[in-house]
């Protein structure tokens, strides 16, 4: 599965950018049946959740981003959102989506970089 992260850029803190992954090479019926979520990486640190959402729209947070942002998905245009509001410096790092089907196959986008200046 081809993911493609956009989005990512230099913000101010305070700052809001909007993420967006689209899953071209999907069908919509296929699409809407992904638990799809945001991970993020920062230098020097693992790889976490920022947020899920399942395919009937459950989301989940991460502890340091809930209240912040927000995932959400149009299952016709194939795309995954995060909203990023209130921006930190600490929320620097590389943005992954991450697609996962019914079998527990799991895709990851190439990443796109979000850089928050203090």
């Known amino acids: 599965v081809q993911l493609q992260a956009s989005g990512g850029g230099l913000v101010q803190a305070g700052g809001c950018l909007r993420l967006s992954c689209a899953v071209p090479?999907?069908?919509?019926?296929?699409?809407?049946?992904?638990?799809l979520g945001w991970y993020r990486q920062a230098p020097g640190k693992q790889r976490e959740l920022v947020a899920t959402?399942?395919?009937?729209?459950?989301?989940e947070y991460g502890n340091s981003v809930r209240g912040r942002f927000t995932i959400s998905k149009d299952n016709s245009r194939k795309k995954v959102y995060l909203q990023m509001d209130s921006l930190k410096p600490e929320d620097t790092a590389i943005y992954y989506c991450?697609?996962?089907?019914?079998?527990?196959?799991?895709?990851w986008g190439q990443g796109t970089l979000v850089t928050v200046s203090s």
């Open positions: 959402i399942g395919s009937g729209g459950r989301t």
């Open positions: 991450n697609t996962n089907d019914s079998r527990g196959r799991s895709s």
């Open positions: 090479g999907s069908i919509t019926s296929v699409f809407s049946a992904y638990d």
